[in-house]
């Protein structure tokens, strides 16, 4: 038994290894919305269904939504601390399987 907590504490720092190395990180979504630009000789303006596309980030804070374009630039950035988020997310969940069963056999 000895031995197996050993082990799962081993897993445990593999875990915080992890962490460490993990950059910024962004919870919410990155969407895409179809937009008038507001310039009448275009097209979006002309016709209902010819919008431009625009990425926005969104997330719930405070129970509210928040929206921040994006663009081109910035969608590669976000897309990066969005994914950090979701490694996080997973680490933090192995981490707490890895913690319980060390916990559970103390």
């Known amino acids: 038994m000895k031995n197996q907590i050993s082990e799962w504490k ?6 915080l290894k992890k962490l ?3 950059g910024p990180a962004m919870r919410g979504s990155i969407v895409l919305l179809k937009v008038n630009c507001g ?3 275009c097209n ?3 016709k209902k269904n010819a919008k431009h596309p625009a ?14 374009y994006l663009g ?20 933090l969940n192995n981490m707490t399987e890895i ?7 103390s």
């Open 99 to 105: 913690a319980m069963k060390i916990v559970k056999m």
């Open 55 to 68: 990425y926005y980030f969104s997330v719930n804070m405070n129970k509210k939504t928040k929206l921040i």
């Open 44 to 46: 979006c303006y002309k």
């Open 20 to 22: 460490r190395k993990l």
């Open 10 to 15: 081993q897993q445990l720092k593999n875990e």
């Open 72 to 91: 081109k630039r910035r969608l590669n950035l976000a897309r990066e601390y969005n994914n950090n988020y979701y490694r996080l997310w997973d680490i």
């Open 39 to 41: 310039n009448k000789k």
